[in-house]
């Protein structure tokens, strides 16, 4: 009887062993679920497209240019902006509405999409915004833009995100909100902008959006 015993319990082990496995394919296999990019455009364009335009190159310039954007840092601002992580009133009202899957379906739908270029306007200031992008300033100790964003502005991906053509006016309202602690989803460029007076946040701005 005792050897009995033992054959049911081994068996009763493999069993919940084999279930147990069977159970972690499905697992990795949802995590790794690809985005659903036409159910991303559709999303897009019902929620999105018309401050950001139909392919995510808006033609307002307070609104961000959200093509050819990584997808990992999109998914991320939208995440905060619903959990007001990141403070903004409006893009609050279009996030509680998303899922994380309609986040990650947009976002990745975004990043097939070019962005146009832009171009710098103030030819006063765009050569200090290019050392200051280039080189920093070294006397206050601010890194150079190119070390995070790259030298054309291409960003990292899932680290930094892309600014190249990106509008000036976006660029210095983000700037000026890290520095103000108005937006303070990165302390990271909380500490940066802190640094950076309302004619060099100009300056970089105009800058970037002649990167290309």
């Known amino acids: 009887m005792k050897l009995i015993?033992?054959?049911?319990?081994?068996?009763?082990v493999a069993v919940l062993a084999v279930s147990s496995h069977a159970e972690e394919p499905k697992k990795e296999s949802a995590k790794?679920?690809?985005p659903d990019l036409a159910k991303g455009e559709a999303?897009?364009?019902?929620?999105?497209?018309?401050?950001?335009?139909?392919?995510g190159n808006?033609?307002?310039?307070?609104?961000?240019?959200?093509a050819q954007q990584h997808p990992e840092y999109l998914v991320k601002q939208l995440q905060e902006f619903k959990s007001d992580k990141r403070n903004n009133a409006v893009m609050k009202g279009f996030a509680a509405g998303l899922s994380d899957d309609d986040m990650k379906n947009i976002s990745f739908?975004?990043?097939?999409?070019?962005?146009?270029?832009?171009?710098?306007?103030d030819k006063d200031l765009v050569s200090?915004?290019?050392?200051?992008?280039?080189?920093?300033?070294?006397?206050?100790?601010?890194?150079?833009?190119?070390?995070?964003?790259?030298p054309n502005g291409a960003g990292i991906p899932s680290q930094y995100p892309r600014l190249s053509g990106q509008h000036a006016d976006y660029s210095v309202a983000q700037l000026v909100a890290f520095r103000d602690g108005v937006r303070?989803?990165?302390?990271?460029?909380?500490?940066?902008?802190?640094?950076?007076?309302d004619r060099e946040i100009k300056a970089v701005s105009d800058y970037i959006a002649g990167l290309r």
């Open 5 to 12: 015993a033992q054959l049911i319990i081994a068996a009763s």
């Open 32 to 34: 790794a679920a690809k």
């Open 43 to 55: 999303a897009f364009g019902a929620v999105c497209a018309a401050c950001h335009g139909a392919d």
């Open 58 to 66: 808006s033609a307002i310039a307070g609104n961000p240019k959200l």
């Open 109 to 121: 739908w975004l990043a097939t999409k070019a962005a146009k270029p832009g171009f710098a306007k």
């Open 128 to 150: 200090l915004g290019e050392r200051i992008y280039r080189g920093g300033i070294a006397d206050r100790q601010v890194p150079a833009c190119a070390g995070c964003h790259s």
């Open 184 to 197: 303070k989803n990165s302390l990271q460029m909380t500490q940066v902008a802190a640094k950076l007076n």
